[in-house]
């Protein structure tokens, strides 16, 4: 068996079950695995800590998927993998027929994302490990998860990148989907194309839709970071008077006008653009919402950029703020997995503070169960959002 020793006192975090060994944590390397060859990995001590797929390319140099002595990662192993996500999924499938059906480390095939949309799914293998199953895992998918008419790889993005693994996208198993297909979340119709690079749809943000779109009625909202418009479209079936889409994509931004069509309606303004500018301007020209979402991409993307990206959130939330009227509400999330749950809301306090307004929390928000966290993995927690109400 290829094997990695640690340097002493390495092993401790890998030991609690966190997936990760770092580069700097390898002492020896014995075996000389290829990328994504599985390895087992070893105390200093002599003490077996789990195995894994093996990257020379990535600082993650190892991601362990298996932590019991002896037990083998094969076909068997993966089929229960895909068997427990499907089984967590069943309950979602009363809500929407949209729905990340496996969610990497936390679902325990570190490097594999798939998401369904009605009978298509779309899978990713975003590390060297992942990819040298792809077949099996196609396989194993079309058996465990019923109705599947195809499945459709859209193998791209950084983690790929940094693995050294080139793009990939084309038909896995079965048949492709013909452009867009129509999925029902809570209710309410969107359209996605599972084939493009360019939109796809967010599942994370689904149960948030539902919590925070009955506050929206009767109010005038704007959509900020609306990509192919999920808050747009919940808002305005709960009641919303009147909707305002903000996105610096083009496409996303006509996705999200034919998704609004869907339901018979139209956005009452479209703005395309940088929204820390965007806000600004509005409220130059003296308009107010009755509502708002700030649902900004990825703004912290290492360590290093964590108070240039809390700056960030911080001067997106005040603007948003001093747009509202007396009563409004805000929906603010952020998806950085290096801001935690108290450094969000604390930044919140700062930005409500800066306002000089009353604001008052009425419900936490987090990632839709579709997307799991291991107790061992916190980074896992990404997505975590507040609805706020502003005096
Ligand atoms: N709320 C959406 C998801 C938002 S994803 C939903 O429920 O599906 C983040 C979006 O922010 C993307 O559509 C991206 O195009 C947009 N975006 C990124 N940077 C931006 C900026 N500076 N100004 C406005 N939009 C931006």
């Known amino acids: 068996m290829k094997r990695v020793t640690l340097f002493p006192g390495r092993e401790k975090l890998a030991l609690n079950r966190h997936p990760w060994i770092f580069s700097g944590a390898v002492a020896r390397l014995e ?3 290829a990328p994504g060859d599985l390895v087992e990995v ?3 001590e002599g003490l077996f800590v789990g195995t894994g797929q093996y990257n020379p390319t990535s600082k993650i140099r190892v991601r362990l998927m298996e932590w019991t002595p002896g037990a083998a990662v094969d076909e068997l192993w993966y089929r229960r993998r895909l068997e427990e996500a499907w089984a967590l999924r069943k309950p979602v ?3 929407t027929d949209a729905l990340r059906v496996f969610f990497s480390e936390s679902d325990g095939i570190p490097g594999l994302i798939v998401d369904k949309f009605g009978p298509w799914l779309v899978a990713q293998f975003l590390t060297s490990g992942a ?5 099996l895992i196609a396989t194993l998918l079309a058996r465990t998860i019923p109705g599947i008419r195809g499945i459709w790889e859209k193998s791209d993005g950084d983690g790929r990148r ?5 793009e990939a996208s084309g038909l896995l198993w079965g048949e492709a989907p013909e452009g867009e297909i129509e999925i029902l979340e809570n209710g309410n119709r969107y359209r996605v194309d599972p084939t493009s690079q360019k939109t796809g749809f967010y599942t994370d943000q689904r149960d948030n839709r539902r919590l925070v779109s009955p506050w929206f009625a009767g109010q005038r909202v704007l959509d900020a970071f609306t990509f192919t418009g999920g808050f747009a479209v919940a808002a305005l079936a709960a009641g919303a008077q009147a909707v305002t889409l903000l996105d610096s994509s083009a496409e996303a931004l006509a996705q999200a006008r034919k998704n609004l069509a869907l339901g018979g309606w139209e956005p009452e303004e479209v703005l395309e653009g940088d929204a820390f500018q965007l806000l600004r301007d509005l409220k130059k020209r003296g308009e107010t919402y009755g509502a708002i979402v700030l649902d900004p991409p990825k703004l912290a993307t290492s360590r290093d950029h964590l108070e240039k990206a809390l700056r960030g959130y911080k001067d997106l939330n005040l603007q948003a703020l001093k747009l509202l009227e007396p009563g409004g509400y805000l929906a603010s999330f952020s998806c950085s997995g290096l801001v935690d749950f108290h450094t969000f809301r604390e930044m ?3 930005a409500a ?4 307004r009353r604001v008052e929390i009425v419900r936490q928000l987090h990632q839709a169960p ?3 966290i291991r107790t061992s993995m916190p980074e896992a927690e990404y997505l975590k959002g507040v609805l706020v109400r502003v005096y």
């Open 162 to 166: 940094m693995e050294g693994l080139p």
């Open 370 to 372: 579709c997307h799991p």
């Open 348 to 350: 919140i306090a700062f």
């Open 93 to 95: 499938l009363v809500e």
């Open 31 to 33: 075996g000389s695995p």
């Open 353 to 356: 503070k800066d306002s000089g």
């Open 131 to 135: 990819d040298q199953v792809k077949e």
């Open 42 to 44: 070893w105390s200093a």
